[in-house]
């Protein structure tokens, strides 16, 4: 294992309470929470214990009472609240309202963030800026309308063009919000300090706020200069909405989590700015037992690992609730079971060395890029009058998002790789779609904002790409004042195929582009999802074109991606395969709180792994931690031994899997002056041992003789 110091920020907590050794996972970063009378202290808790210290702030919801009230600036601001269609306001608790973001509101939060930047914070995160779809209805927002599109407010339900329209604005509102926030802020730090304060936005992904009916920023967030990157709020919450799949209607958090992640990661590539991934040990929902928190954890973590261009994560928020918590809520509530504590502990730290340049699918599982753009959000609510109001299978209710599902899941359930690429950064970005072979485009739940988009497909389809086009033209929002009804078109995927050569409505199946090919597949991507047969239409489809593209698909229900010295499972259910799947070789399960060493795993159907390969293991070192339930410090390895300290929240155990040149004569362990006790066994077929004692927060000293 690699080590490095807290100054590369590879993973971090966020949490609302100071310092605690209950608590201190020993992480790189610590984000205090709020901003109050007690930030100070908590800042300087962290501080004073080797922490680098962020500030994070929900944007869209807050004790700003102050504000509503006018004491800021002598105006009452209640009617800057989100309100929906029956009047009634949208809040997050009493007395507080998500916010439709005035001009003013962007200038109360910045003189109530500059106490963080006066506390000496290095970074801020300003989180969630939502604005839910069925909201569009206070003065302010009515008054916001005006200024923006110089025309009379319209009921955002009355039409799909007053709904797209409004939708358009929400995102607008929020990306001028944080604009004149990370602007207003970092000028501040410079001009009073001279400091460099970095700003990050924490954002659920594209998929969740798309599917929960919320619109947000998210990729037009990378025309702010002064952003400086991310967090992917994703976590069983999010992972675990049902969706529809060949019929039935379940949670599939691993496979939904997938997604997720994939398309966050699409908001950093290129641009050089820092993504972390979050996971939760538990969830908001309290009513779930340990067994069903430690099941999805897993299954988010593992999914997260897929997205190898990403090795920063949020291990943790609010590690009160999760180390000192008892669930399910109620007298029935229990602690966290020791060996998940445990375990929690070993995969925060194992996260922090997942940047591997030798990254690889077994089996070389094919990538396919399915296209999401910013207006799948735009376009979640249908007024009464269109027929996707009115269509009664539950099935299709637009609540499970199932066109983009219908898309998806019968691909990744089957072995391809399937990557959300974030249709709007074509026009941002000249190469970004050159790493890939296949895209996968819909129009029917989505629109592309700008024209010039097809010209930089079509020219990718030209240059050797294969695009599949799934659409009936049925959608409601084809009908919206739009670039493409100017153009004469009846929506925006006749005119992308005619920028390919093609006619406006091409034959179904397959067209030679040039060095490319366009397959055209005339039916709605929901048809894809509400039965078994419609899913496999589709898949003989995707793996035809695949196939005239020189791409052979041997469908699987598992994955496995080799991160350096890693092994990242998943064996999906719903799938081609009942039996279990065998991992050839010999490794340390890094899920497992005793570190076990296991030969040739058998992989079940739905279940999820990370394992360390034995054979990776860099034998010309005397010493080496594979994995451990602690931060590992002050590592030293010669001939006669090795030492290091390992540091973790009281009251937790260590587990230390080791690798060792030779087998050990003399283990001991000291807190300090004290010798404390320490329990150990030698695999001698892998040449590790494994060590447990208890965790301390002031470290404990390991010496190993051989």
């Not at 195929?497 to 039916?523: D, N, Q, T």
Request: glycine residues 8%.
């Amino acid at each position: 294992m690699e080590f490095y110091d807290r100054s590369e920020e590879r993973t971090g907590v966020q949490t609302a309470d100071p310092w605690s050794p209950a608590v201190d996972v020993q992480c790189d970063y610590v984000m205090c929470y709020g901003i109050g009378d007690s930030m100070k202290e908590r800042i300087q808790s962290f501080k004073e214990k080797g922490y680098v210290v962020h500030l994070m702030t929900g944007v869209s919801w807050g004790n700003y009472k102050k504000f509503l009230d006018g004491e800021f600036d002598g105006r009452r601001h209640w009617d800057e609240g989100q309100v929906d269609q029956n009047g009634n306001d949208r809040i997050h608790g009493k007395d507080v309202p998500y916010m439709s973001p005035s001009v003013a509101f962007a200038s109360y939060l910045t003189e109530h963030l500059k106490q963080a930047i006066d506390a000496g914070v290095e970074a801020v995160h300003l989180e969630e800026p939502e604005f839910w779809a069925d909201c569009g209805y206070s003065e302010g927002f009515k008054r916001e309308w005006q200024i923006f599109y110089n025309e009379p407010w319209r009921d955002p339900m009355s039409s799909p063009d007053a709904q797209f329209r409004a939708s358009k604005l929400k995102s607008y509102l929020y990306k001028r919000t944080l604009d004149r926030l990370c602007c207003e802020l970092k000028e501040y730090a410079l001009t009073t300090y001279g400091r460099n304060v970095r700003f990050y936005v924490p954002t659920h992904s594209l998929v969740n706020y798309s599917q929960w009916k919320i619109v947000s920023p998210e990729s037009s967030l990378i025309d702010i200069p002064a952003v400086d990157g991310y967090i992917a709020q994703i976590w069983t919450g999010t992972s675990r909405t049902e969706n529809v799949y060949e019929g039935k209607l379940k949670e599939r958090t691993f496979e939904t989590a997938f997604l997720e992640y994939g398309v966050m990661q699409e908001l950093t590539r290129g641009t050089g700015r820092r993504m972390w991934f979050l996971h939760d040990p538990i969830e908001d929902s309290p009513r779930y037992t340990w067994k069903e928190y430690r099941q999805d954890y897993y299954r988010t973590v593992t999914a997260s690992l897929f997205h190898y261009h990403v090795h920063h994560f949020e291990v943790c928020p609010w590690p009160n609730r999760v180390l000192l918590g008892k669930y399910p809520r109620g007298e029935q509530g229990k602690p966290i079971p020791p060996e998940y504590a445990t375990n929690l502990l070993t995969v925060m730290h194992t996260l922090r060395n997942m940047k591997q340049d030798d990254c690889r699918f077994d089996q070389a599982a094919p990538e396919i890029g399915v296209l999401l753009a910013d207006s799948g959000m735009f376009q979640r609510m249908y007024p009464q009058n269109t027929p996707e109001a009115q269509n009664p299978d539950p099935l299709m209710d637009l609540t499970h998002w199932t066109p983009f599902y219908g898309l998806a899941l019968p691909l990744l359930k089957q072995g391809l790789a399937v990557r959300p690429v974030q249709l709007d950064n074509i026009r941002r970005f000249v190469s970004y779609l050159d790493g890939y072979k296949a895209l996968v485009l819909s129009y029917e739940f989505m629109k592309p904002e700008y024209p010039d988009i097809h010209n930089a497909l079509s020219q990718w389809v030209k240059n050797g790409g294969l695009l599949i086009y799934a659409g009936d033209g049925s959608d409601s929002f084809h009908n919206i004042r739009s670039w493409w009804k100017d153009y004469g078109y009846d929506n925006p995927a006749q005119h992308l195929f005619e920028c390919c050569g093609l006619e406006k409505r091409p034959a179904p199946g397959l067209h030679k582009v040039e060095k490319g090919l366009v397959y055209v597949i005339p039916s709605h991507p929901a048809s894809f999802a509400v039965d078994k047969a419609g899913a496999d239409r589709y898949r003989a489809a995707v793996k035809e074109a695949l196939a005239a593209a020189g791409t052979q698909w041997n469908k699987s229900a598992s994955l496995v991606l080799r991160r350096g010295p890693y092994a990242v499972t998943a064996v999906m259910d719903e799938s081609v395969q009942q039996e279990p799947v065998t991992l050839t070789g010999t490794y340390v399960d890094v899920y497992d709180h005793k570190l076990s060493v296991v030969r040739d795993p058998k992989l079940a159907v739905g279940s999820v792994g990370l394992y360390y390969d034995v054979d990776k293991i860099d034998r010309q070192k005397p010493a080496d931690i594979l994995a451990a339930a602690a931060r590992v410090e002050d590592f030293k390895a010669g001939t006669d031994g090795c030492s290091f300290t390992a540091t973790g929240p009281e009251g937790i155990v260590c587990a230390v899997r080791i690798a060792l040149c030779k087998p050990p004569k003399e283990v001991t362990a000291r807190r300090g002056a004290a010798e404390i006790s320490i329990l150990g066994e030698y695999d001698e077929a892998t040449q590790t041992a494994l060590l447990e004692f208890d965790n301390s927060p002031d470290g404990v000293q390991v010496d190993i003789r051989f």
